[in-house]
């Protein structure tokens, strides 16, 4: 044997040499010897080999900036090849017995905690009311004092019933005044009072909680009415459950012992872990917090910032094709001093809340004294990822997450399932910021040096089925970022809003300097009460809107829209050489003014005939009618008499000529009249996870 090599079974030894004859048992034991080996220097990499079987974690494992990699070379902890370790945030339940008809029990330990349970691989849901969907709340809001509305909930009659014991349950609720629903907490009932139909929250929530707000409430015995869900009674130290099917004694059941099953943390920013790999394993299995608080200035509660892989005081790090499934909190968590992370050709899945979070600092957090110091979270290459069924136990969660991160290259993944956004850049927008930060006075000229979020490539990602259970968002969205980012090339479909409203692109509140190009956006729908609005929003100032192809999109308001508010500029907006085939208006502008767009024009616009027209407040104009948005709805000719006709006069009305638009083959033939445009060819073929040769 190498003395750069390792090896770990569940049949071994830590007694063991750690051979590929005599290997060790614990991955604790493998990291000691790492360690040793490594303290005086390398002069090759060391490799940690992990045989199949399940490697149950009672604690998290932990490396630090002693297990780095050093003198040019890596450490490595990998399966061995055709092998399938399993890393499990918890541990094997058995010994079920029949509670009931439908409903089985089992002893765990007295004072036992845990929020979430795992069956066969799939999430466990806790007994809950209603069973699925939700509770609206009542005409009266409940106050923890006078005048207050975020105290609890008053339900309404025959929601709740007399028999429920509520104590120690959990409502999850979007606050908001029915709906905003932006962001979901989980709060603690403290007390019900039958009388007023009132449930009482042991902490307010953030927001106030108005008439219709969708509600649920979980973890009591006497919830548990359906297949699918569990109750865990703390006091007695029993865990009821009702199996799909079968008995519980034929499955394997999870319960979790961590939230963290993998952290990677240096000891400080100068003591940083780096050259640390690890490869093909699969990490599941872990747990979430009683009581979930929505964010503080879009920065994560310190509580809240966790997930199955964590990393902190990291650089250099990369975790590639592994399994990363049932997440508590996030699957995977980039907190604040991170960079150059390679997180390429996993499978994330089951998140309880966001897939991957890239998370710096909030603007003012942090003891810096610069702007360019507090710039600590980037320079992340995170592609070839299929991140599938997040948010499970967050409203909000979506596929990735940036704030405050930068220089990211965010390409070729495969994102779907999610109840918000399916990739998300934050930041925050210049009415919002302080007079000064870090003791510099901030001014529009430099309030964007504190705005991290920028240089972001997000390229190539497929993203399907998203905004599935909010509002008020989109398949990309941005709010407050920074400047330089770069949509492209990304295929955006098959996605709905079924209530209140949403959008395809949406660059929100204080986006500027985005380049959108070459995306390809398809299929999007409304559904209920739901409207889809704009396919590509744009707020912010000097946003470049180029060659993307926006098609079979009959529900959408607009293909392209505008919008100024909360103070925050919208101007010079740039529009050339998009293809609109059967999506609604070319133009929306809820509001207007003559600095809106910079240009627009080589678009090419195509309805099933249906004439051209734009919509929205153009108040130079005479309107031919109202639009859907009990706005006004202008005819071409009326858009074109804009500013001595400065925009689209070179833009066409024809089929563009798909190669087979039934199928949604949306090559173009060669005789397009898209190309006299300056029209170039979507890439396909390149969009999406790369598969490996």
């Known amino acids: 044997m190498k003395v750069s090599d390792y090896y770990i079974s569940p049949q071994g030894n830590d007694g063991n040499a750690g051979s590929k004859e005599q290997p060790f048992m614990t991955v604790a034991r493998a990291q000691m010897a790492v360690r040793a080996s490594i303290i005086d220097g390398m002069t090759e990499d060391r490799t940690v080999y992990l045989y199949s079987g399940d490697y149950e974690q009672r604690e998290t494992l932990r490396f630090d900036d002693r297990d780095s990699g050093r003198d040019g070379f890596q450490v490595v902890y990998r399966n061995v090849s055709g092998e399938k370790p399993v890393l499990l945030g918890g541990r094997k339940i058995t010994g079920w017995e029949k509670h009931d008809a439908a409903i089985w029990k089992t002893r765990v330990a007295a004072g036992a905690s845990f929020q979430t349970l795992y069956a066969d691989g799939e999430r466990v849901n806790k007994a809950r009311l209603p069973v699925t969907g939700y509770f609206r709340t009542d005409e009266i809001a409940v106050g923890l004092e006078e005048g207050a509305t975020n105290g609890g909930i008053r339900y309404r009659n025959g929601d709740i019933p007399e028999h429920v014991d509520l104590h120690h349950a959990q409502a999850f609720v979007w606050p908001g005044e029915g709906e905003w629903n932006w962001i979901s907490e989980t709060k603690l009932i403290k007390e019900i009072d039958r009388e ?262 997000i390229a190539y990602n497929d993203i399907s089925q998203v905004m599935t259970d909010s509002q008020d968002g989109g398949l990309i969205e941005a709010w407050g970022p920074g400047r330089g980012n770069i949509i492209h090339s990304n295929h955006l479909h098959h996605s709905g809003i ?114 051209c027209r734009v919509a929205g407040e153009i108040s130079p104009l005479t309107p031919r009618g109202s639009d859907i948005l009990q706005r006004n709805e202008y005819d071409w000719a009326q858009w074109r008499s804009l500013q001595d006709g400065k925009y689209d006069s070179a833009t066409i009305f024809a089929d563009p000529l798909f190669q087979d638009v039934e199928a949604r083959d949306y090559r173009l033939q060669p005789g397009s009249p898209v190309y006299p445009l300056g029209w170039t060819d979507i890439e396909f073929e390149k969009i999406g996870p790369i598969e490996d040769e």
């Open 196 to 457: 007023t139909r009132s449930l009482l929250f042991d902490h307010p929530s953030s927001w106030g909680i108005g008439a219709g707000s969708r509600y649920y409430i979980q973890g009591s015995l006497g919830l548990l009415q359906s297949p699918g869900q569990f109750h865990l009674d703390e006091a007695e130290g029993i865990l009821y459950y009702w199996p799909q099917s079968g008995s519980p004694n034929q499955q394997t059941i999870t319960i979790p012992s961590v939230t963290r099953l993998l952290e990677i943390k240096g000891r400080d920013k100068e003591q940083r872990v780096q050259s640390l790999t690890f490869s093909g394993l699969s990490l599941m299995d872990t747990d979430f917090t009683r009581e979930y608080r929505m964010m503080n200035d879009n920065d994560e509660r310190e509580e809240h910032r966790e997930g199955l892989v964590y990393m902190d005081n990291a650089e250099a790090i990369t975790l590639s094709s592994c399994q990363i499934t049932n997440s508590g909190s996030c699957g995977i968590f980039l907190d604040r001093y991170v960079r150059d992370i390679v997180i390429d050709n996993n499978v994330l899945e089951r998140l309880g809340y966001v897939g991957i979070y890239a998370s710096g600092f909030s603007p003012g957090k942090g003891e810096f004294t610069t702007a360019e110091a507090s710039n600590t979270n980037r320079g992340h290459k995170i592609t070839n990822n299929r991140i599938v069924h997040g948010g499970e136990l967050v409203g909000h969660g979506c596929g990735i997450l940036l704030f405050q991160s930068g220089d990211n290259d965010i390409s070729h993944n495969y994102i779907s399932a999610m109840p918000r956004y399916g990739i998300s850049m934050k930041g925050l927008r210049y009415g919002g910021m302080p007079d000064s930060l870090y003791g510099i006075p901030v001014t529009w000229d430099n309030h964007w040096d504190f705005l991290h979020t920028r240089g972001n490539q």
């Open 498 to 611: 079924h209530f209140s409203f949403g959008f395809g692109i949406y660059l929100d509140d204080a986006c500027d300097d985005f380049t959108v190009t070459n995306n390809v956006l398809n299929d999007l729908y409304s559904t209920g009460e739901g409207k889809l609005w704009m396919l590509i929003f744009s707020k912010g100032i000097g946003n470049r809107i180029y060659n993307n192809l926006l098609a079979n999109n009959p529900q959408s308001i607009s293909a392209i829209g505008t919008q100024e508010m909360v103070g925050e500029a919208n101007r010079e907006v740039d529009i050339a050489r998009n293809l609109v085939y059967d999506s609604g208006y070319l133009y929306y502008f809820v509001n207007w003014d003559e600095a809106r767009f910079k240009a627009a024009d080589h678009n090419l616009y195509w309805r099933k005939g249906e004439p």
